[in-house]
């Protein structure tokens, strides 16, 4: 039961950002885990917003692929247009989103539409979707990666979800409401935006992991935060509800 | 009242020409338009701009015959797997050919169709601002609002040639019941010049009137009306069939390399002629574990008077 994967690593992580009685858009894999989890655990109340129309107070009966898979239909509170769900985003109504990405950059901007290679060649990925959304409306935002260093540029090569742009005061000089990114959790560590800076310092290293690893996994020279925490392993507690969510380990190996 | 049922590739041959902008995937992963798609693979049509918030592989699937020369889309991938290696290889290398692809939002793919449904020209967001998604887009215009003198993004109304949609039930005039999440489908069905309904069922215009708040698209919109039982498989009908994972897995799989999507292409889309068969091909087996094991019935709503 001590042994635990990254990703439940990270799973567990992202619950512990959701407070009790929030609006959470709640995406898929890791953080649907997330999110069921906290439900079950310290946030009984987070109500769940779905973009492609769906919103529920209660957890499906079986684990999902996507969020349109019958049983996060079956016994939904609403179930309705996308607008019906995006307008609560961009209304500002949304406390928290998640989202993740190929890659991310010192202020938390996150690239999933195209990385430019050497040379001329582009690698083509799918897309915003409504992670754009999200990072641009939802009052704060949580990206969820795994810690390699070129996933973690200085500067995304494009960006599809704004985190703080160019740094402090970017988003308000463009026109976006607040949010921004409040943590990107990897498989390694928890980084967050420098209050003042808003530049991303590592604030928690995962159980095992070296602050070299994570210098060495960044493409910036990552700031530290004094002191620096450990990211408390997952308790038995969590362990146990989470693999009863995916017991065949789908989004969790 | 019109009676609009036909077969489906009567709607395709006679609703979609080369060259056309269409909606489809609108109600995001679940009721994808397949067996519509499909048949337009199957009659070749050509130079088509397809429209949509995501798209689990259908667009993908397009791109890969040939039949696509823009994408205007939030995302094309395959949401439990990942990539769309058919578009990957448009994109990076032109295989077969070059695709144009406008990136969209979520919210901005629901904005434009909106603009259209609502008769105007755009609709004004916050969404996306500083975001390379709006940088030089041509649907994407800063503005800056007329009353507070704040940024914002204009996004141009979108108004497909063709919606195509699958819904649960419909009479043979076109209209329809659907329910279960409904992304953009009401938006790009009054968004668009002509519309093609696939429908798991015929039923009577008596039950359709049954349920009038069920009826979200009156059958004076619709151009078509084809029953195409299982016409959404692999994506997920609320009340008929759940989503085919492994299918999703094994597309992805196959189709890492142009050699192995063209095999996946003649195997399930032009060896066979048309759903019923390609329904035969997946066996009786597959159909029965993907068909819904228990029903939750809703209560029913009285409209006496």
């Known amino acids: 039961m001590d042994d635990f994967t990254p990703r439940e690593l990270m799973i567990v992580a992202a619950a512990r950002e959701l407070r009790d009685g929030e609006i959470v858009f709640v995406g898929m894999r890791l953080p649907l885990l997330g999110f069921l989890l906290a439900k079950r655990t310290h946030a009984p109340r987070a109500l769940g917003l779905y973009e492609n129309g769906v919103i529920r107070e209660t957890p499906a009966a079986e684990l999902l692929y996507t969020m349109s898979d019958l049983p996060n239909i079956t016994r939904a509170t609403a179930c309705g247009e996308m607008l019906m769900v995006m307008g609560l985003l961009a209304q500002g109504r949304v406390d928290v989103g998640f989202i993740g990405g190929a890659e991310v950059d010192r202020f938390g901007n996150v690239n999933t539409t195209l990385v430019r290679r050497e040379g001329k060649s582009i690698l083509r990925l799918p897309g915003s979707g409504g992670a754009g959304d999200i990072a641009s409306l939802a009052r704060r935002f949580i990206v969820l990666m795994p810690h390699e260093r070129r996933r973690f540029p200085a500067r995304v090569s494009y960006i599809t979800s704004p985190g703080y742009g160019e740094g402090r005061g970017w988003r308000q000089r463009v026109g976006l409401p607040p949010g921004g990114p409040a943590a990107v959790i990897t498989d390694k560590a928890i980084l967050r935006p420098d209050p003042e800076t808003k530049e991303l310092r590592l604030v928690s290293l995962h159980p095992g992991v070296s602050l070299e690893e994570v210098r060495a996994s960044t493409g910036w020279d990552l700031q530290i935060a004094d002191p620096v925490e450990r990211t408390p392993p997952p308790t038995p507690q969590e362990l146990r509800l989470l693999r009863s969510l995916d017991p065949e380990g789908v989004w969790t190996r | ?305």
């Open chain 2, 1 to 305: 009242m019109t009676r609009k049922l036909m077969s489906l590739s009567e709607a395709i041959g006679r609703y979609v020409a080369d060259g056309m902008s269409l909606v489809m995937g609108t109600a995001l992963e679940a009721a994808i338009p397949f067996a519509a798609g499909h048949e337009i693979i199957r009659q070749g049509k050509r130079d088509l701009t397809v429209i949509g918030p995501i798209s689990d592989i259908l667009f993908d699937q397009l791109i890969g015959a040939g039949c696509v020369r823009r994408v205007i889309a939030a995302w094309v991938g395959n949401v439990s797997e990942g990539s769309a290696y058919n578009l990957r290889r448009a994109v990076e290398e032109g295989v077969p050919h070059f695709v144009d692809v406008e990136d969209h939002t979520n919210l901005t793919i629901a904005l434009g169709l909106h603009a259209a449904a609502l008769g105007v020209p755009y609709l004004p967001t916050r969404t996306a601002l500083g975001s390379d998604v709006a940088r030089g887009h041509p649907g994407l215009r800063p503005i800056r609002c007329p009353y507070t003198g704040e940024p914002l993004l204009a996004v141009r109304a979108l108004a497909p040639d063709v919606a195509i949609v699958h819904v649960q039930r419909a009479d043979e005039f076109g209209n329809c019941h659907l329910w279960g999440n409904l992304g953009v489908t009401l938006d790009a069905v009054r968004a668009s010049r002509s519309v093609i309904v696939t429908a798991e069922e015929i039923v009577s215009a008596d039950l359709i009137r049954s349920d009038p708040n069920r009826t979200l698209i009156p059958g004076f919109l619709v151009t078509a009306v084809v029953h195409e039982p299982w016409g959404a498989h692999p994506s997920p009908v609320v009340g008929y069939y759940h989503r085919d994972h492994a299918h999703f897995r094994e597309y992805h799989e196959r189709t890492r390399t142009r050699e192995g999507f063209l095999a996946w292409l003649k195997e399930w889309v032009l060896s066979v002629p048309d759903r019923s068969r390609y329904m035969d091909r997946l066996g009786p087996e597959r159909r029965r574990a993907l068909r819904i094991a228990q029903s939750a019935l809703s209560a029913p709503a009285d409209f006496g008077c």
